[in-house]
């Protein structure tokens, strides 16, 4: 069967340039593998053997999904050239049949080499990999169309017949849950047309219907011709005048079209003409949102694009249980003081850490969930995680953020990285935790104080800019235990002694546990781990004693290249540390204050005095001992501490 080229623009590739090698292919042997198209990136992967090893990880992956389905995803980001792969057979392929057509695709697309992004269409399937994600694309420059050369057989009737069943199955297809419909209309005159339509199953329904519908642009005029074709990123239209499906495949359209009359003639009338056009769209909009809020049912690709402000997406558990692979130790990021945090890949591809809260399970505990999960997720800022949405399922509670490649602070400071951050970058930690908090305290419109600011819940991205985790959870914690909650037992070298032994809660709480953290992030050091032979001090003691003896930058990590910092900088972050942690809460500067003061160049004279120091041991040179009282695990938190002198 030949094609001819109805039109082509430039490819649906995200990138600028590309090389697009067109076949029109004469006599495939198995109609199947009929190849539509084959284009590659002209860039090429940047590291080869990281890039192979990743596409052939995504490729074996695709192939062990495709026992069961028709569509696939997979993710593959060892070491560096992350590849994002995506496999689609049409729906009347048998699974041999989309076994094979798999084989084939993946044969033929590494005549694209090593370039990073590249696919292939056949009739009977569809892959493309890129370096990034792209599995929520619908329709891209590049979409086209290709008409058969030769009239249809029986053309009384045809165009019309033709014309009428495309439209069908565009307005019905995005409706259908697997996005699939295979048709067979007979017209007035005897013309007999078949058709099939197909989206990615990572779209939305209104992307789906996006893409159809420039599909069918592309591809009306194809008749009489016996037959067109239509590509694009997120879909597939085609129709022809011979039986390219078995007769026990189709799909019966009129429950997927009824009470839409009105629309249908719209569609007709004046599918070209532009009112109609965005009328059209406004009311599959319209009905879209109205399902989704009937159903409570999201769909994966809205959790991307313009919906994610809408607030906390409800995720299906399932879903979230699938992406951590049922939250298996292999996944699993850390344990954060509210729970342990996985790694999840969606459906979509999109990478998200979901945190599985452990809080009381009375109904009170569940109502407050719901009430800061919404105001979490409206919290936006960049030096704030995301929160993507959340998801309740009996006893569970989950919470799925933004992940953080680089991972937590604490890494940097004292993990496996320790010593990797030179001044610059430990500088812009250090404002941008200030601006973050600033933004939670006062800026935002109801005031949230975090309670639990320390290095492991700082995470950085890419480029080194910090983003405050954790914000908001510790109101889900019972008023009464918060301050002393077990949970806290493991930071409070942090906590500000007012609220560790008083209960007493302030914004200023953040305050004093950010100058603990900037007093870490300078010296390398952690603020509970006793040093210092043979004076024994805690990092927060030594600070102020070394202030006092007027030596502060003894402070300083040795990792650090004196050539690459000024000491007066350096010394004016440590005062304005050590004006945080001051014992006396009035004298603590809010946040905005911090702000502004790092970035002064003139250094403002402050009378500092005397932090309260509180240890997690037992140490019995100090003053008032006081033990926490009834909640379990208890010992860890007895304490001593010294009032201000
Ligand atoms: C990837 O698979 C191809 C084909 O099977 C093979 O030639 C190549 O060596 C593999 N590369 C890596 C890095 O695994
Ligand atoms: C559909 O028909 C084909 C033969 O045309 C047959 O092999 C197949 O089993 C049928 N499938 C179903 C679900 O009836």
């Known amino acids: 069967m030949k094609t001819k080229l109805l039109h082509l623009s430039i490819s649906f590739f995200t990138f600028s340039s590309i090389s697009l090698l067109l076949f029109l292919n004469p006599a495939a042997s198995d109609p199947q593998t009929n190849l539509l198209i084959r284009a590659c990136s002209t860039y090429n992967a940047t590291n080869r053997l990281a890039f192979f090893s990743n596409l052939n990880g995504t490729f074996s992956d695709l192939r062990s999904q495709l026992n069961s389905t028709h569509f696939a995803t997979a993710v593959r980001a060892q070491v560096s050239d992350p590849v994002y792969t995506l496999f689609q057979c049409r729906n009347y392929l048998s699974t041999s049949d989309c076994l094979s057509c798999f084989s084939v695709a993946t044969a033929q697309i590494r005549n694209c080499s090593a370039a990073n992004g590249a696919r292939i269409i056949y009739d009977g399937c569809f892959l493309r990999y890129e370096s990034n994600n792209f599995f929520d694309q619908t329709t891209q420059p590049g979409n086209s169309g290709f008409c058969g050369n030769q009239t249809a057989a029986k053309a009384v009737g045809f165009n019309q017949t033709a014309e009428k069943l495309l439209t069908d199955l565009y307005v019905a297809t995005p409706r259908i849950g697997g996005y699939w419909a295979a048709v067979r209309r007979e017209g007035v005159g005897g013309a007999v047309v078949y058709g099939v339509a197909q989206c990615a199953l990572t779209v939305s329904e209104v992307g789906c219907g996006d893409c159809l519908r420039v599909a069918y642009g592309n591809i009306q005029n194809c008749p009489p011709d016996g037959d067109g074709r239509a590509i694009d990123a997120g879909c597939f239209l085609r129709y022809s005048d011979t039986a390219f499906f078995s007769a026990n495949q189709t799909v019966d359209l009129a429950r997927y079209l009824r009470g839409d009359s009105s629309k249908k003639k719209a569609i007709i009338g004046g599918v070209v003409g532009g009112v109609a056009f965005v009328l059209?769209?406004?009311?599959?909009?319209?009905?879209?949102?109205?399902?989704?809020?009937?159903?409570?049912?999201?769909?994966?690709?809205?959790?991307?694009?313009?919906?994610?402000?809408?607030?906390?997406?409800?995720?299906?558990?399932?879903?979230?249980?699938?992406?951590?692979?049922?939250?298996?130790?292999?996944?699993?990021?850390?344990?954060?003081?509210?729970?342990?945090?996985?790694?999840?890949?969606?459906?979509?591809?999109?990478?998200v850490a979901v945190k599985k809260l452990i809080i009381g399970q009375s109904d009170r505990a569940k109502a407050d969930f719901e009430t800061e999960a919404k105001l979490i997720s409206n919290v936006h800022h960049r030096h704030l995680i995301r929160l993507l949405g959340c998801c309740k399922k009996y006893t569970e509670l989950l919470l799925v953020y933004e992940y953080m490649e680089n991972g937590s602070l604490d890494k940097y400071l004292?993990?496996?990285?320790?010593?990797?951050?030179?001044?610059?970058?430990?500088?812009?930690?250090?404002?941008?935790?200030?601006?973050?908090?600033?933004?939670?305290?006062?800026?935002?419109?109801?005031?949230?104080?975090?309670?639990?600011?320390?290095?492991?819940?700082?995470?950085?991205?890419?480029?080194?800019?910090?983003?405050?985790?954790?914000?908001?959870?510790?109101?889900?914690?019972?008023?009464d235990q918060s301050h002393l909650s077990t949970q806290f037992g493991g930071t409070l070298g942090y906590t500000a002694p007012e609220y560790a032994i008083h209960g007493e809660l302030t914004e200023k709480v953040d305050t004093y546990s950010y100058g603990v953290v900037v007093l870490e992030i300078i010296s390398g050091l952690k603020s509970n781990d006793l040093r210092r032979e043979p004076t024994k001090q805690y990092l927060l003691e030594w600070a102020w004693n070394v202030y006092e003896n007027g030596t502060v930058m003894e402070l300083v990590d040795e990792n650090l290249d004196p050539n690459e910092y000024d000491a007066e900088e350096v010394q004016k972050v440590i005062e304005i540390a050590l004006m945080c942690t001051q014992s006396s809460v009035a004298s603590r500067p809010a946040m905005s204050q911090v702000v502004i003061s790092l970035l002064s160049r003139v250094q403002t004279a402050h009378e500092l005095t005397r932090p309260t120091f509180i240890d997690v041991s037992n140490r019995v040179q100090r003053a008032t001992s006081i033990s926490s009282g009834s909640s379990a695990n208890d010992t860890r938190l007895s304490m001593s501490f010294s009032p201000t002198v």
């Open 414 to 479: 004292f993990g496996d990285s320790r010593g990797t951050l030179n001044w610059k970058r430990r500088f812009n930690i250090i404002l941008g935790t200030a601006r973050g908090l600033a933004y939670l305290h006062e800026e935002f419109h109801s005031c949230i104080i975090h309670r639990d600011i320390k290095s492991s819940n700082i995470l950085v991205d890419n480029d080194f800019h910090p983003k405050i985790a954790d914000f908001g959870l510790a109101r889900l914690l019972p008023e």
């Open 280 to 351: 059209l769209l406004a009311l599959i909009l319209f009905l879209f949102i109205q399902r989704s809020s009937e159903t409570g049912k999201t769909h994966q690709g809205d959790i991307l694009g313009a919906t994610e402000l809408r607030g906390p997406v409800n995720f299906r558990y399932k879903d979230l249980k699938s992406a951590t692979r049922n939250f298996s130790d292999e996944n699993k990021l850390g344990a954060g003081g509210f729970g342990d945090v996985y790694k999840g890949v969606l459906k979509n591809g999109k990478i």
